[in-house]
């Protein structure tokens, strides 16, 4: 199949494009969000094809993947096409609603384009209406195990800290500074400024760089209050590392008791970091717990298959 799919969330992204499929993925002249193209700090096989707005109208497309209500403005704006209607489109939402009880999603009063949620969390605070719902949770490539823990310190993964705040728990990043804490992610410069405390700031490494260097600190720490589901925790778990969590939306069904600490609790999580920061050796134990519930978990063969199911169904 041809699947048209934005290129929005790169480590999602990744594991899709490892599928069977040809995937095009818009691109502009400025590489905006409206057409980022192909990835430059993920690998992509040569089934990824870069596609123009104006070559965009005479390719063949066997089903739509949208991920953002912009994806059917630029849809209809580039080809004239109406999603569910002149091309089989399935959405993928991948993040919680704006309030946990009342938010209706923009396709709840279509039948004609699936919604597709990321975590069974989202699907219960999402209102769907009338839509066909499915979930099907995240899938990573297997980066290996690659924890070593040999700096006694923290890591964190985010985008925007200081501008996204407490929905990504950057205010609870300062208890644990203290123990030692770097942050990798995209715009994180400025953040021991914002915090009042020092922390490592990494921003934009490349993919594998990143994960070496993540593999390299003795635990992950993941304070997001409000999210679907980080794919970072789930990279690291897969890695090896064990993770200090806070108990917040999907994130307590994923981690398994003996993979870290899971609490709502901020002391508690600063608890348990500090004793497997003084600990090597019962890091290394939860790491390997935490690695062998993400591989069982959120394999990717189970996530292509699964997702797979969906296209086709769509696509027939």
Request: glycine share 8%.
């Given at each position: 199949?041809?699947v048209l799919?934005?290129?929005?969330?790169?480590?999602?992204?990744?594991?899709?494009v490892?599928g069977?499929h040809?995937?095009?993925v818009?691109?502009?002249?400025?590489r905006?969000g409206d057409?980022?193209?192909?990835a430059?700090t993920?690998d992509?096989p040569?089934?990824?094809v870069?596609?123009?707005?104006?070559?965009?109208r005479?390719?063949p497309?066997?089903v739509?993947v949208l991920q953002?209500p912009?994806?059917?403005?630029?849809?209809?704006?580039?080809?004239?096409?109406?999603?569910?209607?002149d091309v089989?489109?399935v959405?993928?939402?991948?993040?919680?609603?704006p309030?946990?009880?009342?938010?209706?999603h923009?396709?709840a009063?279509?039948t004609d384009v699936?919604?597709?949620?990321v975590?069974h969390?989202?699907?219960?605070?999402w209102?769907?209406?009338?839509?066909?719902?499915?979930?099907v949770e995240?899938g990573?490539?297997d980066?290996?195990h690659?924890w070593?823990?040999?700096?006694?310190r923290?890591?964190?993964?985010?985008?925007?800290?200081?501008?996204?705040?407490?929905?990504v728990?950057?205010?609870?990043i300062a208890p644990?500074?203290?123990?030692?804490?770097?942050v990798?992610g995209m715009?994180?410069?400025?953040?021991?400024d914002a915090?009042?405390?020092?922390v490592?700031?990494?921003e934009?490494?490349?993919?594998?760089?990143?994960?070496?260097?993540l593999a390299?600190?003795?635990?992950y720490?993941?304070l997001?209050?409000?999210?679907?589901l980080g794919l970072?925790?789930?990279?690291?778990?897969t890695m090896?590392?064990p993770?200090?969590?806070?108990a917040?939306?999907?994130?307590?069904?994923?981690?398994?008791?003996g993979a870290g600490?899971?609490a709502?609790d901020v002391?508690a999580?600063?608890?348990?970091?500090?004793?497997?920061?003084a600990?090597?050796?019962?890091?290394?134990a939860a790491?390997e717990?935490?690695?062998?519930?993400?591989l069982?978990?959120?394999g990717?063969?189970r996530?292509l298959?699964?997702?797979?199911?969906?296209?086709?169904?769509?696509?027939r």
């Amino acid at each position: 199949m041809n699947v048209l799919v934005w290129h929005v969330h790169g480590s999602w992204l990744t594991a899709l494009v490892q599928g069977p499929h040809r995937y095009l993925v818009p691109v502009v002249p400025d590489r905006s969000g409206d057409g980022l193209g192909r990835a430059r700090t993920w690998d992509w096989p040569s089934t990824v094809v870069e596609v123009t707005p104006e070559e965009l109208r005479d390719t063949p497309v066997d089903v739509v993947v949208l991920q953002r209500p912009r994806d059917l403005e630029l849809l209809r704006a580039w080809t004239g096409w109406e999603p569910g209607v002149d091309v089989p489109a399935v959405y993928v939402e991948h993040d919680t609603p704006p309030a946990p009880a009342d938010s209706r999603h923009l396709l709840a009063d279509r039948t004609d384009v699936p919604l597709v949620h990321v975590t069974h969390f989202n699907r219960v605070a999402w209102d769907a209406g009338r839509a066909p719902v499915h979930v099907v949770e995240h899938g990573v490539v297997d980066p290996g195990h690659r924890w070593t823990g040999e700096l006694a310190r923290a890591a964190v993964v985010t985008n925007d800290p200081v501008t996204r705040g407490r929905t990504v728990g950057t205010d609870l990043i300062a208890p644990f500074a203290p123990l030692g804490v770097d942050v990798f992610g995209m715009r994180v410069t400025g953040l021991s400024d914002a915090l009042g405390v020092p922390v490592g700031e990494f921003e934009d490494l490349p993919q594998d760089v990143m994960h070496d260097e993540l593999a390299r600190r003795r635990v992950y720490l993941h304070l997001t209050r409000w999210t679907s589901l980080g794919l970072s925790l789930v990279e690291a778990m897969t890695m090896g590392v064990p993770v200090v969590v806070l108990a917040a939306t999907e994130a307590p069904t994923v981690v398994p008791a003996g993979a870290g600490v899971v609490a709502a609790d901020v002391d508690a999580l600063v608890e348990g970091a500090r004793r497997l920061l003084a600990d090597p050796d019962a890091a290394r134990a939860a790491g390997e717990v935490a690695r062998a519930a993400a591989l069982e978990r959120f394999g990717l063969e189970r996530f292509l298959t699964d997702l797979d199911a969906v296209l086709e169904g769509v696509a027939r």
